[in-house]
């Protein structure tokens, strides 16, 4: 089957860093993406990691272990814009199905 | 178009009533998905469309589910028989499949359902 986990929510200070983490159970891996969902809108796309390591754009990095099953977005100079739900999700089987399977999101809230 | 577009983008029905939701890809993708959200849940995984191919029906919840793709663009999602677990909104996203990163599903805005 397929799990994804990550924490309901997270609280950070303005400045500050935060880190979301994320682990998977899938059936088979083809790529790990994170989303940006502010309240009321689509999701976004903030990053994708295919290969272990770190990718950094900007204020966000992904990191992504797949012997582990690990990933963890990284949010540096917290704005008080950055407040929403960021989704972690895991495409698995490359031939066939496409589609995403989600985490339930992690809720952050930026404090001044 | 500049992004993907839905509509409508609220819908109050009665239990028991049909509904159709509509999604508009981004022109030149030729991946649609249609999405499910629950109140404080993830992103639950309802139908795949791609090209002329067979669609990945794998994760509607019931038969009062189907979907349509008409030319390869516009799809419709209907639900016949609305329950009132139903309520969610339904998000739609289109991509261009391939490898890698340049298959990024890009979402629509969704359409709020509610069942009353």
């Known amino acids: 089957g397929q799990n994804i986990d990550q924490p309901t929510e997270m609280t950070a200070t303005e400045g500050a860093i935060v880190q979301i983490n994320c682990t998977y159970q899938t059936s088979g891996f083809n790529g790990l993406f994170w989303y940006q969902q502010h309240a009321g809108e689509a999701p976004t796309f903030l990053s994708y990691n295919v290969l272990d390591g770190l990718e950094e754009k900007g204020r966000f990095s992904s990191f992504l272990s797949r012997s582990k099953g690990y990933s963890y977005l990284l949010l540096k100079e917290l704005q008080m814009k950055d407040s929403a739900s960021y989704l972690c999700a895991v495409r698995g089987d490359d031939t066939g199905r496409r589609a995403l399977t989600f985490g339930s999101g992690t809720r952050l809230q930026v404090q001044p | 178009g500049a992004g993907v577009s839905q509509s409508p983008s609220n819908k109050v029905t009665e239990k028991g009533k049909d509904v159709e939701l509509r999604c508009d890809p981004i022109?030149?993708?030729?991946?649609l998905y249609w999405y499910r959200q629950s109140l404080g849940q993830g992103l639950e995984f309802l139908i795949y469309?791609?090209?002329?191919?067979?669609?990945?029906k794998s994760g509607l919840p019931s038969d009062r589910f189907s979907a349509e793709r008409t030319g390869g663009s516009v799809s419709t999602l209907t639900i016949q028989r609305t329950q009132q677990e139903d309520s969610a909104v339904y998000l739609c996203?289109?991509?261009?499949?391939?490898?890698?990163?340049?298959?990024?599903?890009?979402f629509g805005p969704g359409t709020r359902l509610t069942v009353l």
């Open positions: 469309f791609q090209g002329n191919s067979a669609p990945d």
């Open positions: 022109s030149g993708h030729t991946a």
């Open positions: 996203a289109s991509s261009i499949p391939g490898l890698g990163v340049t298959d990024t599903q890009y």
